[in-house]
C-alpha cells in the first residue's frame, strides 16, 4: 500500500471522518458483506478502492 496515495484517496472521497468514528479506524474488520454499515458507506468504500486503483471508469448507482 502507498500510504500517500491512500491518504489521498480517503480524502477525495470524504472518508476521513468516517474512519474517525470507527473503533479501529481503517483496521476495522467490516464484516460479512457488511452488514455493520450503511449503503451509503459501502458505497463510498467502494468508491475510494476505486479512486485508490485509479480505475479508468466510475460506475455510480444514485449518486
Known sequence: MVRDKYEKAIKACAFDKDL???EHGDLTEIGQRGINMSGVLKQRIQLARAVYYG??????DAP
Open 20 to 22: 474517525i468514528a470507527f
Open 55 to 60: 480505475s479508468d471508469i466510475y460506475l455510480l
